[in-house]
């Protein structure tokens, strides 16, 4: 029983993770319908930001949020601005471009750093708490109570705000919505930095749990695509749910067959719901293939 | 008329709650020419779809040379000889002219040379012979209806289905557009046509049938069903209001 | 979008044909090019690849950045089958390539089955394995598509590591330096270089094959409207089937070549993303989508650039290598989606025009 409850946890746990990592796509795949190869390089720049505010800035990992945030939000822009916008018709180059992308950080970072490994502590990383007899670690609930804030937060956020449903009409109807006087290549600006922006909050929140290294986005990618498909493609609750779906499955495959095999799994998992049910469990039927076809 | 070339017995289709097309019959016979008219939205494209298995229908039978096609895919019921068009041109803009052609009549022609030829003959057939050697992607629109209609014919179809290939022409393109309609009908194509333009309906004059909110309202020669006052209603007295 | 007609690239027949169109043609034959006329250049092609290989037959490095150039030359044309004719965005090639390397490796291992001979069953146990894999993801479009087969690599990689017995597991699996023609194993570099031209030459021609047949046709109309090939009478599934056995054939092929001849390798290596799975559509891409030629001239430009990359900055600058190969594939992406095919064809008709008639 304390088994099952371990693994429970951990699970739950992991798919906190993997639901913060995943928000960011799926908003950005929701709106401006780009699967985005490099979100998981954008958490590494997240990470490596707070390590060096960390390192530089002698911050608490936690208090960099302050500088990655807006760093990560004005890169993903820039990214849109230069290198997506001029490719939006042309789906095939957007797969290669974000895919560029992905390699560029990735070695550019193993460049700058010469593949040093760092990591980073903060006073909540040596804490655990004991819940139900299970061990867990005070930075991994800050990971889970993250994740259910920035849901809800952005849920609310799209709900209510001004901007947020501008961005919600670029979603469902990009002409409509520019013929009722949105700036849509402004939205997808806005929506690609937001999607950055959350990008950063997690790697600024995992920094403590992870040992930091330019290969760590790529870890995160498949997971996170797995997470969003799962979930539901350009769904917000999607993705939350997504992600405990995954970091359970991660967790029971790696307890009951083989940890090897846990990510052989997970994808198997992942495949076979993309098969059954494309548009995942939460998503709007038929996302993915208006993923491909050019809406305006 | 138990012989005719495409039986349509009472096919339905629901979206959901919504009936988009409702318990619609009607034959067309080889050689025929046979016009669908109806008002926008009437259900007129969600029909030809369930007649060229782009949908499958939610009750009723499709009866193609006495063989119920209902459940077959669209590939397969080009294969049998359904030519289609579609009412939004979908052309291989990546491919010349000719190539769009051969990628119908590779059908029959499994040999590039032969497809090749039979291409050339159809491209001649639609008056496009001249921008064989174009890229597709650059034609005009009456152009691309007309590259629509040779890559159909490529097939060697039983009979053609037209989704409204006059659209967005200018009269001159209309003329051509149906002139090349007729001098193949003439030369004995069976052909079903979605059409807007009442001109072009009077024009060929055979059997047209009216569609209505997804169901048949009338069916007969184009003069008696343009006269029928529930089409006038329907059709030509909405139009007015809009 | 893409050019179907890489062969322009070298002499734009028809375009030529197009200028003085001054009175009504008189043709009786069609315009298509056939596979027996587009033929003799693709023999000079592979002749001057062998002046290549001959000038440099003394000089070691070239003959191993040359060797490498044709393995994936062949390699990246085989992609280009299914990911540029037939526009599936594969990113799983990888695993074929691996499937046929552990193919060959472990038929001559423990069956001391000649390579040579391994390679069919290697061919074409890795066409099954992608027909089985794609058979269900061929649904998906685009994004979908490329994220899916992402995934298979990543399940093999899995797989592979568990799976000691086949593939020696995370320590990898070495074949003992044997010499002999039989054994596929040579001391001297000419041999590989001229081995992987072979693999190049074959996968060319099978390109060239299916560019001028019906299957070729089909693949791209599949490529740039389904619907539309449906109403052609195309079975879509099917024809993406064939276009991935016959890629992932080859890509079996060419993966039994790469282990003969590194002797050594651990699914890590063999299943990485951007050594190999991503790389064979990158060359095509920076050569030409979807063209006959362009992953050929691709990899004649991409490898080279990166072993002097690699030469060069590999000690000071870890990762230099892909740092331009991935400016490459974004700017190329952004300002040559024809890649240098395609640019190559737009000089070409630039040029021409400004002579005078």
């Excluded at chain 2, 967005?168 to 003329?175: A, I, K």
Aim: hydrophobic residues 55%.
């Amino acid at each position: 029983m304390a088994d099952l409850a371990n693994i429970v946890a951990v699970g739950i746990l992991l798919g906190g993770i993997y639901a913060l990592v995943s928000v960011g796509l799926n908003l950005i795949f929701g709106v401006i319908r780009i699967v985005n190869f490099a979100q998981g390089e954008f958490v590494m720049l997240g990470m490596y930001g707070t390590y060096a505010a960390y390192t530089f800035l002698r911050v608490d990992p936690y208090l960099a949020l302050v500088v990655v945030l807006p760093g990560l939000f004005l890169f993903g822009a820039i990214v849109q601005r230069l290198i997506l916008a001029p490719l939006r018709t042309e789906p095939t180059m957007q797969i290669f471009a974000t895919f560029g992308l992905l390699m560029l950080l990735e070695n550019v970072v193993l460049a700058l750093t010469r593949g040093t490994a760092y990591s980073v502590t903060s006073v909540v990383a040596q804490t655990s708490i004991g819940i139900g007899g299970v061990q867990v670690g005070l930075v991994r609930l800050v990971a889970l109570a993250a994740a259910t804030g920035v849901a809800v937060a952005l849920g609310l956020f799209l709900k209510h705000s001004m901007l947020g449903r501008a961005i919600r009409a670029v979603a469902q109807d990009r002409s409509a919505a520019r013929l009722v006087g949105v700036n849509v290549d402004r939205i997808y600006m806005l929506t690609f930095g937001i999607g950055a922006a959350l990008a950063g909050l997690a790697g600024c929140l995992l920094t403590p749990i992870y040992t930091l290294s330019p290969q760590i986005g790529t870890s995160f990618i498949l997971p996170a695509f797995a997470v969003v498909v799962l979930g539901g493609l350009g769904s917000v609750l999607g993705a939350y749910i997504g992600g405990f779906i995954v970091g359970l499955t991660e967790a029971f495959a790696g307890y009951y067959l083989d940890p090897a095999l846990k990510h052989a799994v997970l994808f198997a998992v992942f495949i076979a719901v993309l098969i059954v049910r494309p548009s995942g469990l939460f998503g709007q039927v038929g996302a993915e293939e208006v993923g491909l076809r050019d809406q305006s | 008329m138990s012989g005719a070339l495409l039986q349509v017995r009472g096919v339905a289709k629901r979206f959901g709650g919504l009936v988009a097309v409702n318990d619609v019959s009607f034959d067309v016979a080889r050689g025929e020419l046979v016009s669908i008219i109806g008002p926008n939205g009437a259900g007129k494209t969600t029909l030809f779809n369930l007649l060229t298995g782009q949908l499958a229908p939610s009750a009723g039978q499709v009866l193609f040379d006495v063989q119920d096609i209902s459940a077959l895919s669209p590939n397969r019921r080009a294969q049998l000889g359904l030519g289609r068009t579609f009412q939004i041109s979908q052309t291989l803009t990546s491919l010349s002219v000719v190539e769009n052609v051969m990628v119908g009549a590779f059908l029959h022609h499994r040999g590039l040379k032969d497809a090749a030829r039979r291409a050339e003959e159809v491209l001649h057939l639609v008056g496009l012979a001249d921008r064989a050697d174009v890229r597709a992607g650059i034609l005009t629109l009456s152009e691309r209806r007309r590259l629509e209609v040779a890559r159909a014919l490529a097939l060697d179809p039983q009979i053609v289905l037209l989704d409204e290939v006059m659209a967005g022409l200018n009269p001159n393109e209309v003329q051509e557009v149906v002139s090349l309609v007729e001098r193949l009908h003439a030369e004995g194509h069976t052909f079903l046509v979605i059409e807007h333009n009442l001109k072009v309906v009077r024009r060929f004059s055979e059997r047209v049938i009216v569609i209505e909110r997804g169901a048949k309202l009338a069916e007969g020669t184009a003069e008696d069903v343009l006269a029928d006052p529930r089409v006038v209603e329907a059709y030509i007295g909405r139009k007015r209001a809009t | 979008m893409i050019n179907p007609d890489g062969a322009s690239a070298f002499a734009p027949a028809s375009s030529a044909g197009a200028a003085d169109r001054t009175g009504p043609r008189t043709r009786s034959a069609p315009r298509v090019k056939t596979f027996a006329s587009e033929l003799p250049r693709a023999l000079l092609v592979l002749g001057l690849l062998s002046g290549l290989v001959y000038l440099y037959s003394g000089d070691t490095f070239t003959l191993n950045t040359l060797a490498a150039a044709f393995l994936f030359a062949g390699l990246s044309s085989a992609w280009n089958i299914i990911g540029g004719f037939g526009g599936q965005f594969s990113l799983g090639h990888s695993v074929f390539f691996a499937v046929g390397a552990y193919t060959t490796a472990n038929l001559y291992l423990k069956a001391g089955i000649s390579p040579w001979i391994a390679l069919a069953p290697a061919a074409l146990l890795a066409a099954l394995v992608a027909c089985l894999l794609s058979w269900p993801v061929f649904r998906l479009r685009g994004p979908f598509f490329a994220i899916a087969t992402m995934a298979f690599t990543e399940v093999a990689l899995a797989l592979g590591n568990y799976m000691e017995s086949i593939t020696g597991g995370t320590r990898g699996m070495s074949i003992p330096f044997r010499l002999g023609f039989a054994n596929m194993i040579f001391r001297d570099r000419l041999s590989y270089a001229l081995l992987m031209l072979g693999f190049a030459a074959l996968c060319l021609l099978v390109v060239l094959a299916v560019h001028r047949s019906r299957l070729g046709y089909y693949l791209q109309a599949v490529r740039d409207n389904e619907q539309a090939a449906r109403a052609a009478g195309i079975s879509v599934l099917r024809v993406k089937l064939m276009g991935m056995a016959l890629s992932a054939a080859l890509t079996g092929i060419g993966g039994g070549l790469f282990f003969m001849q590194v002797r050594v390798a651990d699914p890590a290596a063999l299943l990485s993303l951007f050594e190999f799975g991503v790389k064979f559509a990158l060359i095509a891409l920076i050569g030409g989508l979807g063209t006959i030629y362009g992953p050929l001239l691709g990899a004649l430009v991409v490898i080279p650039l990166e072993s002097w990359l690699r030469a060069e900055l590999g000690g000071i600058v870890p990762g230099a290598n892909l740092i331009v190969l991935s400016l490459c594939l974004i700017l190329a992406a952004l300002f040559m989606k024809h890649g240098i095919v395609g640019s190559l064809q737009r000089l070409f008709t630039i040029a021409t025009r400004r002579i005078p008639r």
